[in-house]
């Protein structure tokens, strides 16, 4: 079973930028399409960006394209997701896991994320 670790969030104002990181421990993550989701107080989960194993197609939410961009460092087991032009509907727990498309892969274990707080 893979453990997922978020971090890099924090507090930002509208306009700055973020860079969080997901460290995957237990088992390579090199060969999983991997992706970015985030969780804003009484929503459900959404889709934010995915990418693919080899890191060679991305795919973006339209509320984020254009300002957030992911990445991956398959040597480091690590993902990436650079936010930039922050807003404050951007603020949620942002987390990260194996994909399907837009999708969690299913029976993902959630790690605890990483809060994510844009102030207007």
């Known amino acids: 079973q893979v453990q997922l670790v978020e971090s890099g969030g924090g507090l930002v104002q509208a306009g700055g930028s973020l860079r969080l990181s997901c460290t995957a421990s237990?088992?390579?993550?090199?060969?999983?399409?991997m992706g970015w989701f985030r969780q804003a107080p009484g929503k459900e989960r959404e889709f934010v960006a995915s990418i693919t194993w080899s890191g060679g197609y991305t795919y973006y939410a339209d509320s984020v394209k254009g300002r957030f961009t992911i990445s991956r460092d398959n040597a480091k087991n690590t993902v990436y997701l650079q936010m930039n032009s922050l807003k404050p509907e951007d603020t949620a727990v942002y987390y990260c896991?194996?994909?399907?498309?837009?999708?969690?892969?299913?029976?993902?274990?959630w790690g605890q994320g990483t809060q994510v707080t844009v102030s207007s």
């Open positions: 896991a194996p994909s399907v498309r837009m999708e969690p892969r299913p029976g993902v274990s």
């Open positions: 237990g088992r390579t993550v090199s060969t999983y399409n």
